[in-house]
């Protein structure tokens, strides 16, 4: 099942419409891409307090989950990224989005909302998001990086052992034979 | 040439020089090794899970022949020394010097070969194969993905790194880890959060989020190689001048053996 809690970060810019508004996919923006789940910004501070239905269908399926929540309160206006305490030596950033978890790796989807609040009902656009795909670990290729330096280093010891041994050989014929 | 004209007590003279070089080398050859094979990053595990451990066998083989070759050294120069006609000692110092001379042939050829092993999915594999790999198919298995285990905890909680290249490597690749944490509560290790003093994450919803600040980005790859490259950088190569100066050496004094001593 999905979290039903907003996670605290991010937050991102919508347009205001009258009764359709705009979300976007704010994922792999300020985080890296997850293979099984992604944020989906939050709808706009109008809606504060309205009941939000979240549709998340894979593309080519006609039905998919539906989450449900409650509309945070905004904090001023819902800012891609909000300094909240800033103090010289460091910031402190807050997201507000929504994390739709245990999708399906590599596969893409459809993403809108549809919120009601009081006696209106707002949607918003359609918008595709995908998951990372995930690898096998044995497509990890294993191969040498091969460099000069072991081809030197055999070589050059090779030729020095062989000429020892045969320094020796000679010196020791030289010898025996005064 | 007689034994007691100048230019052969030069020749003489230098070969000795020669001799009591090899000596120091081989007393620094055997205090490099040792360092080397005590390990201070405590990355051994990494590498005998790959079964890849070869240079901490050039290493140790390198101690011993540091050793030889003082030993050897001393052994030269009192050969040197000796006024006898018959002298054996330079003979039992050219004999034991091949011995030993192979066996640090094998040792830098070892290392240099091994350090070519060192590639980010060597390590990649091996952590995504073995990281928290609970599964109990023999002792050996057992034993060598609990190490790799506490190897990496250590490291991406000392060294402020996580995975090899980087978190994403967690979610790119299935992964030992993934089949016992859900996704959602582990996109990767905590281990890879940044810590408060009492090493509790600062924040774990933002780490698990990956805000940058919250979760260490860097991966672990440069912390790994840096050593053991160095490792078998030292190993391969000093030796390699070693044998180079020793070589010079040893034809200088068979040279002296077959012209001067008889």
């Keep these: 099942m999905a979290f039903l809690t907003p996670t605290l970060l991010l937050l991102v810019l919508l347009d205001l419409g009258a009764a359709e508004f705009n979300i976007s996919s704010i994922s792999g923006l300020l985080s890296p891409a997850l293979a099984e789940s992604f944020l989906v910004a939050l709808p706009p501070c109008h809606l504060t307090g309205g009941t939000a239905a979240l549709t998340v269908r894979r593309i080519n399926e006609t039905t998919g989950l539906t989450h449900n929540f409650i509309v945070p309160p905004c904090r001023g206006r819902r800012d891609l990224v909000s300094v909240v305490y800033s103090s010289g030596s460091f910031t402190v950033t807050r997201l507000s989005a929504y994390q739709v978890t245990n999708l399906i790796p590599g596969t893409s989807y459809y993403v809108s909302y549809s919120v009601v609040k009081g006696n209106t009902i707002e949607s918003s656009n359609r918008v595709r998001m995908a998951t990372l795909p995930r690898r096998k670990v044995e497509t990890l290729g294993l191969g040498m990086a091969r460099t000069g330096g072991m081809i030197v280093i055999t070589v050059l010891l090779s030729v020095a052992m062989f000429l020892l041994v045969v320094g020796f050989i000679v010196a020791l014929v030289l010898g025996a034979r005064k | ?262």
């Design chain 2, 1 to 262: 040439m007689a034994k007691g004209d100048s230019s052969v007590r030069c020749f003489q003279g230098l070969l000795i020089f020669g001799n009591v070089i090899i000596g120091m080398c081989g007393i620094a050859l055997t205090a490099e090794c040792i360092f080397f094979v005590s390990d201070q990053h405590s990355l051994y595990h990494l590498l005998e899970a790959t079964d890849n451990d070869d240079i901490y066998g050039a290493a140790w083989i390198g101690i011993f022949v540091g050793i030889c070759l003082f030993c050897l050294s001393v052994l030269g120069i009192r050969g040197h020394h000796e006024m006898q006609a018959e002298n054996l000692l330079l003979f039992q110092y050219f004999i034991l010097m091949f011995i030993v001379y192979a066996f640090e042939v094998a040792s830098s050829i070892t290392a240099a070969v091994q350090r070519d092993f060192f590639t980010t999915n060597l390590f990649l594999r091996q952590m995504l194969e073995r990281y928290q790999n609970k599964s109990q198919s023999n002792n050996d298995d057992i034993w060598k993905n609990r190490e790799v285990t506490k190897t990496w905890d250590r490291l991406m909680l000392l060294e402020k790194c996580c995975g090899v290249n980087g978190p994403s490597d967690w979610q790119k690749y299935k992964s030992a880890f993934r089949d016992v944490n859900n996704d959602a509560d582990y996109p990767w290790p905590h281990q890879c959060c940044v810590m408060d003093t009492l090493y509790k994450p600062l924040n774990l919803d933002a780490c698990k989020l990956g805000v940058s600040g919250y979760y260490h980005s860097k991966g672990c790859y440069e912390l790994i190689s840096g050593p053991m490259n160095r490792h078998a950088w030292g190993v391969a190569w000093f030796g390699f001048a070693i044998l180079c100066w020793t070589f010079c050496v040893l034809l200088g004094t068979m040279f002296y053996w077959s012209r001067i001593e008889y």
